[in-house]
């Protein structure tokens, strides 16, 4: 944290006491002093400290100390933090005395314990001095142990002393209990009996702070002292501890559970059960060196048992509360209270002792807390058991504690014990199994199941047969808790399903056929519906596992359930309801099989519907001769016949069309007029079966419901259907009646199931409270959308909100849920689609007919005129001022509830319902309607009702208008001035902020000021309901205003320290009340949640030096310094915010401890805050990260992840970590995910471990506040041992992620060792050193039972394969490294294909088989072995046409055989693909092509009839019963086509036989090649139409995007061939087809990228092409292909009225490929044209080609790279040139040049880049042109000189235009080469030199001499005498030379005189002996020699012709040049040895 400026470190220990008194801010001024001194503390050196000690101590004592006249601040709490943390830190830097001194003036100030009488400010400096004692005797105390006695008696008389404030008796007795940690041992023993005394009245205190005190006092004694014998202690403390419990809030329940948990724990300590005189060495024990007793046992085995002997055993100690727990008068509060002991239990006991001993701890809790008769008594008791168990079991054990080996041996333990005990006939003298132990067995196994993944085979054979056997309970809750066990089960073992799917179909289509006959047994209804139940939950999950299921299951289903109805009208009703039970629950799961399904069945379902749910008749409407069971028939008919009709609204929405809507609104109506009239005729009944239900016990568990529950069964099934179809416009005539009914349901006084009588008389006796105390499971009827505290956010909710413990805070909100769902309640919950990892807690009937009802009204109130909004919100109203709710306060609070919930929902819906909506709730009098009803609500006592009723008052703002707004604020302005009820003040806080946050900053700002003032006043209210819930209001202000919060922030910050430094606020501040009822309100999380919003407005200001900041810091830091983990969780996130607006003012090395510390908490919302923190460091700097935490760090994490796999966020930060420091540290990531994969603990820390663990399992590791460590520690030593499969998971992936990053990172050279060993880099650290590693991961992961293990197992192994196939082996030359790896690879992909395998891990291995032959590895066939036979062979099994087998996996399913068909034939297609670039690839396909054409052809065929409608009747060949295969097939089809298509594509370029052939619809049985292609017929290739509509389809979709380019490409690929007359016949591009393919290539030839354009042209090309010769030839399609080519060309060459058309993405490469495809599809085409047009086309090419020459691209040369195709255009037009007509080409030609030279011209002032390219093009079109005419075309002379001119012009401007460089050179060159090269002008006459050439010869001569002489010169007056273009002058000379010597020998003699005078010109005039010769000068020697050896007669006579000087300098310069060559070898010769060798080989060789 930053210091403030200008003091310097010495300076701030300096005290002067003047700054700290007078007025106001001198606290502050006191707090940033003391906040210096202790930063100066730990910095300064000890002598700097010890010259100030003395000031310190006198200034300190002066603070603490009581004095009457004090001028300094008073001791609040932070000072007190302070000023100890300054003395404990001073003392641990410097030894000294003084300590001894300093704590002895506090004793003697607090000796007397304080009087009745004394000043708050006394009271203020006790509780300081006895705060700073207990600190300072708690780190120091090993020296001053001599006060031990002195602190004791001073803090029992205080503790004793009632009329002392609650807060100096609390800090009194936690001094003490601190003080014990370091000088326990000094406490004397003569006071042990009057401080247990003491301790003991503590624990019964009414201050709720002392008890817990007291309690953690007692721990201290425990553990620290002998005072407390565990036995005695136990026995005396625990009935206090009970009795206390019974009234204890949140916190203090923790303490007394803590208590007792600990002294618990201490029972099974080894040695805990020796007798009395082993007492002494307790204490050394406690110490942790409890291996010191154990050393001397190996002697004998007495005394080891002796020594290990517990106190009491497993059983005993659990006993100990299940006693309590049974007993008769325990309350419900109290029992509670037990379950978090038990929790806080087994947490201390730690894991290790809980997984050894779990068969009697669930034998215990099944037979002690489960099976009791209490615990049975009321449906509520057994649902609250239920739960309570569940949480302990599950959540706490199951999920917390468990190893993977520990679930495995849960789930037998619960299947051996109590599952497979149950059987339908029991044995004589067999116990009977209990339902409900089942019913938590049967969840407890299902959630074990969903932790496991894929449980081993043992597991699956183990719970098979029970589970189905429970199916036939007679218990119902049994039956539906055993059926979602098996959802369950099969969802995570999909390989059981479809076995148990067909078994459970085949038994209950013949237990039905049993049904009704004599020989029936009784229980058979039972075992039916329960079956059904378990089919049904099957049916409904296997769209989330369509590869396991055949469809036909779906199909057959469906024909028995319409079976069942139809003859069910024939049976009688006992028989018949079993029928219609079974059919509608079957058909209610098909629903969710979604509308692939039941589009098939929706008619005959709708007829269905109708017959099931008639208009209801006169005999509906009374009681008449029906008797009970047939009502009770009539209603289940009805309700389960909407439960199918639900499940189709919620899992088939897009079917819902009009009619439809219609259609079922008259059957919801009919149904709701039938459940109306019998609720009339039966009223009487109904009232008397609900008042009095079976005599107590509930008959929701029986098969057999009351007809109250029938009724409200149905009513609630009516309403939810309502609320399914939502506002359609089919029930907007009855949507007023329908809010009617839905408001009677839940809002009208008197239709509820209670008795108004008797609520009247427990109301007048005062007994009522409230009714979420309610113990009903009623409440009065009040909504289960609402709860006690928790809003509508559940449990989870609240954790966020108070930062507790999930588990802790689930049990104690059990007491607050009035309302307990469960899976019997409605069965329909268990057959959803989606995932149920939970078993679903639908509401008990009576309570779900008031949520649908608040459901609806709130789906249709929203969406009514504002007329029919008023006579809704009027009957509301009147209902709930109902003057007979007066008598019936329960009543009454449950309807305002839910009225509340309706108001809310409506708001939130009305929100997203448009603006009409929006405005008729804002109107004014239907805002000031639902106003009235707000205000009342916000006054409510009940904290959920004032929190909706300020919700919806904040969205009503919203809504309104201003008027409303400020009307409203007036209101609760009033009301908080006038109303002085603190629940009311409460809800007018919370009611500003929700108003505030709705209406927002604009609208909001005129009443900001107001809001902020009001509730800053309120924050300082002593009482903790108000000022709580006002600062939590301000939090939602401050977040809402945002910057406009700005001109507030000091004064809230101002605030905030105020109330830190205030008494009352303190946790145990303030009166004994207040302290009582603030455990749930913690003021000081709120207040750092109000400092972390304001964090959020000062934002980056943070940066800047001042006060604010100074005071920011101090705050959080001393927030963070709190003990309280809810407060260290907030302070977190504010420093999160520091470390974003202010990260250089933190110290990060620091902050990165704290939080790895808060890692090892066993508190989990400490740990995901830690967690949350450390992803935002890593994310800003993971390397710094690195620095700071290293490796160890980050197996923390993972050790973190794999002890609860739930907490997300440790992914993150390990991803994050990874992708930001992989690509530079890969080899040290993989040992990481090495380390956590192959568990590689060496096995002698692993057998120490082990021995650890045995040890511990008997000795707990017990948990205070101080010391929650150990059950972390406890928990990880299992880990250690064995991953879970969720951390071996996730640790592949980072494999996977490593690889990717390195690749990503650019560095090649982790791939490349060869270009690693060039760099000189070591390998170890490199990722090719690590292949073997990553090979062994992954056949680790191969075997795995979890499939998604070996599916990412699969997708390691193939990135390895990919990513180095072509890496060379370091080790030996010329192989690859993946070679010596061939053996590895094929291991880890053979268990893919074993029986045990999925589908999916099959499909993905033959992909990485693919992949491997593919990548070139081994290119020889014979030696790709097991992984080439794997491929072939799974090839070899689609042979068989249905493939139900691969590899080793049998009884594929139908759609899994097609998914692995479609799998193989693709992986065989990427083969082909690669084959392109892989020739060796064709030698392993070629032997199955046979079998590949066809196959590939039908995978598209099949592709295509699958994407027809079901409904059109095209489904062909493949059987798509019912539309399911289609679904889930397309995703798989859809994948592969591409990459079939693309293989298709090639084999028909190609000319495959086999797929021509199967094109034709052919079908082959061997190898050998068919006959001759499919020859030219009118119709097309039998399969044309589905391959060329899949092409073209693939091109039209892939259109428009640049990244699906590829994609395009391939399909065009593939109609090129097909457009071709052998596979698409002579008639089908007759018409549209064709005017269809021309339109879709000018969209390509407008928008699409270079290289698809260039497979259109190619398309066309091949179309007209291949119809030449074949077939008479349309004219008008030829020209309008070549329309469209010369369209594509025309637009994407650039002129200057019209820009290119090719994109920014193309690049040169790919322009110039489009170029050259698309002139050479031009020409031929033109080919293809009729003669006499030829010469014109090939012209319009020409001027084409002449726009590209001109074109200017900057950076790109197009026209220089496409000359060949100018060339063969040019060719094209002489070959089509009409003899007799040859001026056509003439003029053709003249214009070509005319531009090429006008090109030149036009560029000739510039020059830069493009400029230079563009000549150099030109220059060059302009040669090639010339030098290729024939003889007959003729060229103007002036043309020719022109162009020699400018040729001359260029010669020697490559240093200006070092783009064109030598092209001028080498065009004169060429043009002087062809001058010689006889051409044929006629056939008649001898082929002689071109005359034009020739002619231009002369003109380039003078040229090139021109450019040699103007070098010379150059040369000569450079001042380096160097030629400037030396490349140059060699090629000139050389292209003179090498003309002159290809001259006729009569004219050789001219050409020498020519040159040689040229070449003496470049001889150096005369050298000086010693001066090298220039270059000129070795250019032209070399020239002449080689000139005069070529001809030495013409060199003779061109010599003789020369001057006298110029002879002689050339002569000499010659014979210079022939002499230096032998003179250097007689220098050499002369300096003997090794060179006089030399000499003599060079002579012999001379």
Known sequence: MPSDEGSEPSEALKVDESRFTGGDGSDLVLLHWLRRAEQSIETLPPDALLASLQSLHGFFLKLLLPSPNATLPKPGRPIRHLVTRCVVSLHKRVESRSLFDFVQALVRGVADGGGKNMSQAENVARVASWYCIGEVIKEHGANMMSFMAEICTSSIKV??????????????????????????????????????????????????????????????????????????????????????????????????????????????????????????????????????????TVITSAPEDRGAKTLFSTVEMLKYLSTMYNKPASPRKLRNAIVDVYATLFTALGSSYVESNYAEIVKHVIDEIVVPPRNQSTRLEILATRESVGLLLRDLIGVRFLSESGQVMAIRELANNYIKKWSPAPLPGQPKVDKNALIITLREVAGLLEQLGNAPPSILELLAEPLARLLSHESYSVRLAAAYTIRRFCTINPNQLPRILSVLLAEVSKDLSSLGTPTAPKDLPERIVGKAFALSALVAVSPSRP??????????????????????????????????????????????????????????????????????????????????????????????????????????????????????????????????????????????????????????????????????????????????????????????????????????????????????????????????????????????????REGEGGVDAEEAFLNRDRIEMSIESQLSHPILGSLEHDFLALLPSESLPVPPRPAPPQTGVIDAGVDLFSVMFPLQNAEGQLQSLATLSSHVRSSKLEKNPGRRQAVIANTMAAIRRSLTNAEASGSKARKALGSAQVSDMIKSLLQDAILDPSPSIRTAA???????????????????????????????????????????????????????????????????????????????????????????????????????????????????????????????????????????????????????????????????????????????????????KCQQQFLMFAPAELDVPKLVEAFRAHLASTRRPLKVAAITALYQIVQRDAVLMSKLGGNQLVEDLFGLLDDDPSIEGVRNVITSWLQQT??????????????????????????????????????????????????????????????????????????????LAVAEGGKPEHFDPVLAQRLGLSSRQLLFSRVADLIRMAFSASAALVMEVRLQGLVVLRDVIERFAASADPDFEGSLLLQQHQAPIAAALTPSFGSDSAPEVLASAVQVCAVFVGSGVVKEVSRMGRILRLLTGALEQCKDGAMLSLGDAEELSTNASVMLKISILAAWAELQIASVRQAYLKDVIKPYRWLLGPFWIGALRDYAQLRTDPEMGLAGAMDLTGGLGRDVLLP??????????????????????????????????????????????????????VIY??????????????????????????????????????????????????????????????????????????????????????????????????????????????????????????????????????????????????????????????????????????????????????????????????????RLVHGLLSQCLSNV??????????????????????????????????????????????????????????????????????????????????????????????????????????????????????????????????????????????????????????????????????????????????????????????????????TMGMGEGERAGMERAIREAVGGGAGGAGQKAQQGGVGEKKVIELKSFG
């Open 547 to 788: 590869l396991y299921v055949s469809h036909d299951i779906s199909t057959k289903v469906f024909d028995l359930a319409t079976s069942l109805l139809k003859r069910a009208g024939d049976h009688e009703i006992p028989t018949a309801i079993v029928e219609v039970q079974v059919a509608w629950y079957l058909i209610a799961a098909l629903m969710a099989l979604g509308p692939g399904f039941v589009k098939l069945h929706l008619p005959q379902l709708l007829v269905l519907w109708r017959n099931a749910l008639p208009k209801p008749t006169s005999k509906d409407s009374s009681v008449g001769e029906r008797g009970e069971a047939e009502w009770s028939f009539l209603l289940l008919v009805r309700e389960c016949a909407l439960a199918a009709v639900l499940n189709f609204l919620r899992h088939n929405s897009n079917l819902v069309n009009i009619d439809v809507a219609r259609r079922l609104a008259t059957l919801f109506t009919n149904t709701l007029n039938f459940v109306n009239g019998f609720a009339t005729a039966y009223a009487e009944a109904l009232r008397e079966q609900a008042a009095n239900p079976g005599g107590g016990t509930s008959p929701i568990f029986t098969a057999r419901p009351s007809l109250v529950e029938r009724e409200a069964n149905l009513r609630r099934r009516v309403l939810q259907c309502f609320t399914g179809l939502g506002p359609s416009s089919a029930t907007e005539t009855m949507q007023p009646a329908l809010l009617q009914a839905a408001i009677t349901v839940f809002a009208d006084p008197e239709n509820y199931s209670g008795s108004a009588a008797q609520a009247a008389i427990a109301a007048q006796a005062g007994q009522f409270t409230s009714i979420w105390q309610a113990t009903d499971g009623y409440a009065f009827g009040v909504t289960s959308l609402l709860s006690a």
């Open 1532 to 1585: 798989y089809y859809e994948q592969a086509v591409p990459k079939l298509l693309h293989a298709v594509a090639i084999a028909l370029s190609s000319s495959d036989p086999f797929v021509l052939g199967a094109m034709d619809g052919q079908q082959f049985t061997s190898p050998a090649e068919p006959g001759s292609p499919p020859s030219i017929r009118p119709e097309p290739t039998a399969n044309f139409y």
């Open 1589 to 1786: 509509g899949l092409a073209f389809e693939s091109l039209v979709k892939s259109m428009g995007d640049m990244s699906t380019a590829p994609m395009a490409q391939v399909a065009l690929r593939a109609m090129a061939s097909l457009v071709r007359p052998q596979m698409s016949g002579s008639t089908v591009f007759d018409g549209a087809f064709f005017d269809e393919l021309c339109t879709v290539a000018y969209r390509i030839a407008m928008t699409e990228p270079a290289g698809v354009k260039a497979d259109m042209t190619d398309v066309l090309a091949s179309f007209v092409t291949s119809r030449k010769g074949a077939m008479t030839v349309d004219a008008a399609q030829t020209r309008r292909a070549l329309a469209v080519i010369t369209y594509t060309l025309r637009s994407t060459i650039a002129t200057r009225d019209n820009p290119s058309v090719f994109s920014y993405a193309d690049t040169a490469a790919d322009r110039v490929a489009f170029l050259r495809t698309a002139f050479s599809a031009f020409g031929k085409t033109v080919e293809c044209v009729d003669v006499s047009q030829k010469a014109d086309l090939c012209a319009v090419g020409l001027h084409l080609f002449g726009d590209l020459l001109a074109d200017e691209t900057p950076g790109m040369d197009l026209a220089g790279q496409t000359l060949p195709a100018m060339k063969a255009l040019l060719d094209q037009a002489m070959g089509a040139d009409v003899p007799g007509t040859g001026a056509t080409a003439d």
């Open 1222 to 1299: 992989a690509a530079a540290l890969p080899s040290g990531w993989i040992d990481l995910c090495q380390r956590i994969m192959t568990r590689t603990a060496a096995s002698a820390a692993a057998q120490r471990a082990r021995q650890q663990a045995q040890a511990r399992s008997a000795a707990p590791a017990f948990l205070d506040d101080e010391g929650e460590g150990f059950a972390g520690d406890a928990s990880n030593t299992t880990s250690a041992l064995s991953s879970r499969w969720r951390t071996q998971l996730f640790a592949l992936g980072c494999l996977h992620n490593i690889i």
């Open 159 to 296: 503790l004793r002393n009632s009329n002392l404030s609650v807060i100096l008796r609390t800090h009194a007795v936690l001094a003490f209990s601190k003080s014990l940690v370091s000088a326990g041992r000094a406490l004397p023993d003569a006071l042990h009996k009057d401080l247990l005394k003491a301790l003991r009245a503590g624990l019964s205190d009414r201050a709720l702070s002392i008890q817990r005190a007291s309690a953690e006092a007692i721990i201290s004694l425990h553990t620290y002292t002998t005072a407390c014998p565990t036995q005695a202690t136990l026995d005396s403390v625990a009935p206090l501890v009970f009795k206390s419990l019974e009234g204890a809030d949140y916190l203090t329940r923790r303490s007394l559970s803590r208590l007792l948990a600990h002294l618990l724990a201490a029972t099974q300590e080894p040695g805990s059960g020796v007798v009395a005189q082993d007492a002494g060495k307790k204490a050394a024990k406690k110490d942790g060196s409890e291996d010191t007793t154990n050393e001397p």
């Open 950 to 1132: 300020a919700e919806a008052m904040g969205m009503l703002s919203g809504l309104a208008g201003s008027q409303y707004l400020s009307s409203q604020v007036q209101w609760l302005v009033d009301q908080v001035v006038n109303n002085r009820v603190p629940d009311s003040r409460a809800g007018c806080a919370l009611a500003f902020g929700a108003i505030y946050s709705s209406v927002g900053g604009l609208s909001g700002g005129p009443i900001l000021k107001t809001i902020v003032n009001i509730l800053m006043s309120l924050a300082t209210d002593p009482h903790p309901v108000v000022h709580f819930w006002a600062m939590a209001a301000l939090t939602q202000v401050v977040n809402a205003a945002n910057l406009s919060y700005s001109p507030y922030v000091t004064t809230t910050l101002g605030m905030i320290a105020n109330i830190y430094l205030l008494e009352t606020h303190e946790p145990d501040g303030g009166s004994l009340g207040s302290v009582n009822i603030r455990g749930d309100l913690p003021a000081y999380q709120v207040i750092v949640r109000l400092l972390h919003a304001l964090i959020g407005v000062i934002g980056p200001e943070l940066q800047e030096p001042g006060k604010v900041r100074s005071l920011v810091f101090l705050l959080v830091h001393e927030f963070g310094e709190e003990t309280d983990e809810g407060l260290a969780v907030e302070a977190i």
């Open 1801 to 1998: 011209d036009d560029m000739r002032a510039r020059v830069n880049p493009v400029a230079n390219v563009k000549i150099r093009s030109n220059l060059l079109a302009i040669t090639l042109i010339i030098t290729t005419l024939p003889a007959r075309i003729k060229v103007s002379k002036s043309v020719v000189e022109q162009i020699c001119y400018v040729i001359g012009q260029y010669l020697g401007v490559g240093t200006e235009r070092p783009e064109l460089g030598l092209t001028a050179v080498h065009c004169a060159s060429t043009i002087l080469a062809a001058s010689l090269r006889p051409v044929t002008s006629s056939p008649n006459i001898a082929p002689a030199p071109s005359p034009m050439l020739q002619h231009a010869v002369l003109h380039l001569v003078p040229a090139l001499i021109t450019f040699l002489s103007e070098s010379v010169v150059a040369s000569a007056t450079s001042s380096t005498g160097e030629v400037s273009q030396p490349d140059g002058v060699r090629e000139v000379i050389k292209a003179l030379s090498t003309w002159c010597g290809a001259l006729s020998d009569e004219l050789k003699p001219r050409g020498y005189a020519v040159l040689l005078p040229t070449l003496s010109l470049l001889l150096d005039p005369g050298q000086t002996q010693g001066q090298a010769p220039s270059g000129l000068h070795v250019i032209a020697t070399s020239s002449l020699l080689g000139l005069a050896q070529g001809s030495p007669k013409a060199f003779r006579d061109a």
